[in-house]
């Protein structure tokens, strides 16, 4: 079993639509974790990081930590064709070091 | 402008010629690290720094050496390339900014080795 899983997709949704990317994790040392942003082409850009359990906003963007069961999600509001990308979630195995798992990505297309 | 810069970005070569990829960070991180990126397997960290004269293994390290002889720097090195280093490589840099964590990876270099 991977570490850290996530539905490749496509997921193809319509412009507007709420969009939620989701992870599950297998370490219950994981402790914080991280969205990235991956346009094709293009090296991963950092969205979000969240050290607990709950949700956290930022914009059109909320991330949301459920570690009774292992359950990272993305949303996004109001979703834009510039939202097409590939989605990377990602925790380090612990705290004080930079080793990071990432997921293997799902990728979101949205159309007009 | 905040950027990590990588050289070069596209690269054939032949198996067991040595090559290093350099990277080059502006924003005086302490933390760098280097992943590849194959389909399938998503992003796989290879190495990583927490400060200079500091490196440790991530995930897939065999294969490649890194150095860290100053904070901005830290390039990859294949001392004898083999079709199976033929991916996507990505450097990245980490550091706090305004009280916020912020990472920023480079532009990345595809390598096939053939």
């Known amino acids: 079993q991977k570490e850290v899983e996530q539905d490749p997709g496509p997921l193809s949704v319509p412009e507007g639509a709420i969009v939620s990317l989701n992870c599950t994790y297998s370490n219950s040392a994981f402790q914080y974790f991280m969205w990235y942003r991956q346009y094709s082409r293009k090296g991963p850009e950092l969205l979000m990081y969240t050290y607990s359990s709950g949700n956290k906003e930022d914009g059109r963007f909320t991330a949301q930590v459920d570690k009774s069961s292992k359950y990272i999600s993305l949303f996004i509001r109001d979703s834009q064709p510039s939202d097409s990308a590939t989605y990377l979630c990602?925790?380090?195995?612990?705290?004080?070091?930079?080793?990071?798992?990432f997921g293997t990505g799902t990728r979101l297309q949205v159309f007009p | 402008e905040a950027q990590v810069t990588q050289n070069p970005r596209y690269l054939i070569t032949v198996t067991g010629k040595k090559l290093t990829v350099t990277c080059s960070q502006n924003?005086?991180?302490?933390?760098m690290s280097w992943y590849r990126q194959d389909p399938g397997l998503g992003l796989r960290q290879i190495y990583y720094?927490?400060?200079?004269?500091?490196?440790d293994k991530g995930d897939v390290p065999e294969g490649y050496k890194v150095s860290r002889k100053e904070k901005r720097n830290f390039p990859l090195i294949l001392e004898s390339p083999s079709p199976n280093q033929t991916s996507l490589y990505f450097c990245?840099?980490?550091?706090?900014?305004?009280?916020?964590?912020?990472?920023?990876f480079g532009p990345g270099t595809r390598l096939l080795v053939l």
């Open positions: 990602a925790s380090p195995r612990s705290r004080n070091t930079d080793k990071l798992i």
């Open positions: 990245a840099s980490k550091g706090v900014e305004e009280g916020h964590e912020t990472q920023y």
């Open positions: 924003m005086n991180h302490e933390y």
């Open positions: 720094s927490m400060n200079v004269e500091v490196t």
